[in-house]
């Protein structure tokens, strides 16, 4: 794998990140790969990566920037630690829907403009609070996204004005939403509404829930479901096989 550093300009300022790709393959699908709350580290380089060797130039923003560098978090993650509820409304609370909208524009023009990505359809990852970002990047861009996957995805599917399932009717991809068992970020209530909301779309989509909790996909995390992982993996990559690939 070519593992190279990026800057992303942005309105806000510049965006670190990683643009992760095959050696000599020629040009292939982009796709832009969102982390969860704990940013851009070797568990996420190592996802990246391991989806690059399947024939795709992923491009890694740091979407916390804003708070510098990774890794965002300075200390290990431990169930119940206040800090780490502080360094996360820290990080998290900057990224309101106009941000969230702004920043990634600016990902999927530097991920549409690589010289290693081809083709226009791009596809677009998120896990945990950011697969409510992917959401946004396909309704933002629907000439451009032509998959998105949501991996244990919170707050897809609320009671604010603001919840990213009202942006459906302007989304044109395929939407693959794979939820996690009593989350509390998404709970059973909300992924029924968020059902609702996609058959009434009309689109193309998948919803389903794994027997995993929140967190399931990600080596470094203490819910991490190696058979349920292994899975969810599968199922992306099929994914974005039948969507940038085989046509």
Known sequence: MIEEPIEIQTPDGA???LLIHPEKTGRCPGVLYLTDIFGIRDASRGMASRLAAEGYAVLLPNIFYRHGKPPVFNFPFK???ERFVKRMNEIRGPLTPDVMDRDLSAYV?????????????LGVIGFCFSGQMALRAAAMR???VAVVASFHGGGL???TPDSPHLLLPRVKAHLYFGHGMDDRSMPREAIEKLNRALAAWGGSYQSETYEAHHGWTVPDNPAYNESQAERACKTLTDLLYSTLKSN
């Open 142 to 144: 629907p000439g451009q």
């Open 157 to 159: 599917c609320t009671d």
């Open 109 to 121: 023009d530097m991920l549409a403009k690589q010289p290693s990505v081809s083709g226009k359809a």
């Open 15 to 17: 965006a670190d990140g």
């Open 79 to 81: 169930i119940g630690d």
